[in-house]
């Protein structure tokens, strides 16, 4: 299993941007797709962002859709997420998921191959 280490988390005003990233320990990276999860204090843990191993096919919840931005460097071994136009409920913890298969919206958290511990964002207004 890949060994995933999120950072860049942070507190921000509404309106502000942060960068998550999640750096892998492993070349083995390549082969998986990548997902960004967040889960807010007593809510459910919900799908945020998906992007195929290529990087050359991503998926967006539709309420963070033309905010946010995934993207991949598969030489880095590092998948991101550029977070733009904050709002107070994108506070959440963002997890990185390698998924053995695209799209991951399909799958579902229990599908993940491996999972980051999370990183906290907190949005204030």
């Known amino acids: 299993q890949v060994q995933l280490v999120e950072s860049g988390g942070g507190l921000v005003q509404a309106g502000g941007s942060l960068r998550l990233s999640c750096a892998a320990s492993?070349?083995?990276?390549?082969?998986?797709?990548m997902g960004w999860f967040r889960q807010a204090p007593g809510k459910e843990r919900e799908f945020v962002s998906g992007i195929n191993s290529s990087g050359g096919r991503t998926e967006y919840l539709d309420s963070v859709k033309d905010r946010f931005t995934i993207s991949r460097d598969n030489v880095k071994n590092t998948v991101y997420l550029q977070m733009n136009s904050l709002k107070p409920e994108d506070t959440a913890t963002y997890s990185c998921a390698a998924s053995p298969h695209f799209p991951i919206t399909t799958m579902g958290p229990i599908s993940m191959a491996s999972w980051g511990k999370g990183t906290l964002v907190t949005v204030s207004s």
């Open positions: 492993s070349h083995t990276f390549r082969i998986y797709a």
